[in-house]
């Protein structure tokens, strides 16, 4: 399956998308990494990878929409099959995730329901719980809300602060995120027409 991820930034989760894509069991092929911003560390593991790189630059656009479509162009030129959003901090217009439904997952570093939107794990310390975790789910129109397809529970500590729970929930997303990218590329796991995961019987 081609493979486009969608960045913004450090690019751990890609690095690990692009580790498991090498293993010679993999069904996932990254053909294409794109970043709406510029110089970020994620586009130099992507070339050191030998995978090309575009920059959309949302900042030069004048609408979502807008932005939206040239990302929409650039999956296409790629023949790209599959997007992972891969610490990608823009939310994509309805359009958009309507097209790609069902080939476009995204990794949220809390247990999906609990707690959406910005800083999971600050929201998780604040309301005490002793376990939070990371979600890997289809993208849904409404935000942090699609279809789960991995989950991986991390303990929260006695003296956590947001980066030490940060980087313990980000150890875990590095094994789910392969984990579901397999399991979709591979074609066990699909999103249903009623929009709930659909587990395919390997015949
Ligand atoms: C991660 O913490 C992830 O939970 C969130 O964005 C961050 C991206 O990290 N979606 P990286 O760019 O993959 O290192």
Not at 9 to 20: D, F, K, P, S, V
Not at 37 to 54: D, E, F, H, N, Y
Not at 131 to 157: K, R, S, Y
Request: net charge neutral; charged share 20%.
């Amino acid at each position: 399956t081609r493979v486009g991820v969608l960045i913004s930034g450090t690019g751990t989760n890609l690095q690990a998308l692009i580790e498991q894509a090498r293993r010679p069991s993999s069904c996932a092929e990254i053909v294409v990494v794109i970043s709406n911003r510029p110089g970020v560390q994620g586009l130099k593991r992507a070339s050191m990878a030998g995978i090309q790189t575009r920059v959309v630059d949302h900042k030069l656009y004048g609408s979502r929409a807008e932005f939206d479509g040239t990302i929409d162009r650039v999956l296409e030129e790629f023949g790209v099959e599959l997007v992972c959003l891969a610490g990608f901090m823009r939310i994509l217009t309805g359009t958009f995730v309507k097209k790609w439904t069902g080939k476009l997952l995204n990794i949220h570093p809390s247990l999906l329901p609990s707690f959406k939107g910005v800083n999971a794990q600050k929201q998780a310390l604040q309301a005490g719980v002793r376990v939070t975790g990371c979600t890997v789910h289809f993208v849904a129109e409404e935000v942090d809300a699609g279809a789960i397809v991995v989950q991986e529970p991390v303990p929260v500590l006695a003296h956590d602060t947001e980066e030490s729970l940060s980087d313990r929930i980000r150890e875990a997303e590095h094994r789910a995120f392969p984990t579901a990218l397999e399991l979709v590329a591979g074609g066990s796991v699909q999103l249903g027409d009623d929009g709930h995961i659909l587990w395919k019987t390997q015949n």
